[in-house]
């Protein structure tokens, strides 16, 4: 069984702070890795995909992947109240469906 | 461009009724899914489909039943609805070769 890891959290962190979210996959074979955001009530929106090793940058957000340790990561520079969110990792299952598999999501809180 | 609709947002059905939730896009998306999300879980696949006419099982498609007549519709039947069905649904397409998943805004579901 594929599973993807992330720690629920709540993840506080103050206003301007940088903060870390962190995920694994047990698959070894993944190669598409997303990150998305869910206000409470809402839908998730993808905010960060990356399939290559190292970092991507784009604006606050930077997602950094690892496949020999099999670890993703999110970072959030300068936090905004308004970043206060569930962020779910998601790895491309693989096959040709290209299902993805959700993590329990690490809920964010950036306090003012 | 309405993207994917989801109805009804919210329901209250009784233990064993059934009923059908649904969901369309407008976007010619071939690949449309149905993910379930518990509270302070990540989300759960039940069926997805590849195009009209094609659908398969994901992770959790015991109680549902679903059917992709058009490229447009990809109903979710819930038969004999039991309390363990009470949870929030995701619909969410995605175009051939994209990655980038496009979710409905969910329909909230309580079995009593």
């Known amino acids: 069984q594929k599973e993807v890891e992330q720690n629920s959290g709540p993840l506080s962190v103050p206003e301007g702070a940088i903060a870390s979210l962190n995920c694994t996959y047990s698959?070894?074979?993944?190669?598409?890795f997303f990150w998305y955001r869910q206000y409470s009530g809402k839908s998730p929106e993808l905010i960060m995909s990356i399939y290559s090793n190292g970092d991507k940058e784009d604006g606050r957000f930077t997602a950094q992947l690892n496949k020999a340790s099999q670890y993703v990561s999110l970072l959030i520079r300068d936090s905004q109240p308004s970043d206060s969110a569930t962020y779910l990792c998601?790895?491309?299952?693989?096959?040709?469906?290209?299902?993805?598999?959700f993590g329990k999501g690490t809920k964010l809180s950036v306090k003012p | 461009n309405a993207g994917v609709t989801q109805t009804p947002k919210f329901h209250i059905l009784k233990i064993g009724q059934s009923m059908t939730l649904q969901c369309t896009q407008d976007m010619n998306h071939n690949y449309m899914y149905w993910y379930r999300q518990d509270p302070g879980m990540g989300l759960k696949l039940i069926y997805y489909s590849v195009g009209a006419g094609i659908t398969d099982k994901g992770e959790v498609p015991n109680g549902y039943n679903v059917s992709r007549s058009t490229t447009e519709d990809f109903p979710l039947r819930l038969e004999l609805a039991a309390p363990s069905q009470t949870s929030v649904y995701f619909c969410?397409?995605?175009?051939?070769?994209?990655?980038?998943?496009?979710f409905g805004s969910g329909t909230q579901l309580s079995v009593l």
């Open positions: 698959d070894r074979g993944s190669q598409s």
């Open positions: 969410a397409s995605r175009p051939t070769g994209g990655e980038k998943l496009f």
């Open positions: 998601a790895v491309n299952g693989g096959g040709s469906q290209g299902n993805l598999i």
